[in-house]
């Protein structure tokens, strides 16, 4: 296979200052730059995304795959088809790890397809992942109330309200897995895995430190 380029490079974002740490029952919720950085950066990078397409990102940075995968032969099936069935999409990273210093990350399947590994490595990475060991729900608490709070400093492109509602209805009913929107799928033809990144480099071997990006 000729060498194919599998990190995409993508232009600096410059951010403004930081938001003060929103309280998360009570507390000071010391990741809020993590998550202010995530969310901005994805704001920029896909323009047309939906507050639903906010949510699951900020759900898989901290829950992780927990709710994707049935079974293992279930997830193996779903692997195998769409790696058969990829459509052309926009330029990707790799890996996209979810946060500066975050535990999990998406794997694109198009640049995952080009490098050529296994990918029953990916496919175990991935249960593994969903094992929901590393998920952590008061860290998703922390990302919301700094995504309500950006959005009432109308840094994002959507009204406050509509954030505020949209995130509420998810917590009431226990924060449920979600699917992109159908603006984002047009769009960016998303295809990827969510795996937590000390599981990276049994996917990707020593392609690892070409192929992540870390948004900060």
Not at 164 to 188: I, K, M, Q, T
Request: proline content about 8%; glycine content about 6%.
């Amino acid at each position: 296979m000729k060498h194919v380029s599998i990190l995409m490079l993508i232009g600096a974002v410059v951010l403004p200052p930081h938001l003060p740490p929103p309280g998360v029952h009570g507390t000071m919720c010391e990741s809020s730059a993590r998550w202010e950085s995530l969310i901005r950066t994805h704001v920029t990078r896909y323009p047309d995304m939906q507050v639903a397409d906010l949510y699951k990102l900020l759900h898989q940075a901290t829950l992780g795959s927990e709710h994707a995968v049935p079974s293992a032969e279930a997830a193996e099936r779903w692997l195998a088809r769409e790696l058969n069935n990829l459509p052309e999409g926009p330029p990707e990273p790799l890996v996209d790890t979810l946060g500066h210093g975050g535990r999990l990350a998406r794997i694109h399947l198009r640049p995952f397809r080009a490098l050529g590994r296994p990918q029953t490595d990916l496919l175990t990475a991935f249960v593994a992942t969903a094992s929901g060991r590393y998920g952590d729900r008061s860290e998703l608490e922390c990302a919301m109330a700094v995504a309500r709070e950006l959005s009432r400093q109308e840094a994002l492109p959507w009204a406050a309200s509509r954030v505020a509602a949209y995130l509420a209805a998810r917590a009431s009913r226990g924060y449920p897995a979600v699917h992109h929107s159908s603006a984002y799928e047009r769009h960016y033809r998303p295809a990827y895995r969510v795996v937590a990144v000390e599981l990276v480099s049994e996917v990707i071997g020593n392609e690892r430190e070409r192929g992540i990006h870390d948004p900060r």
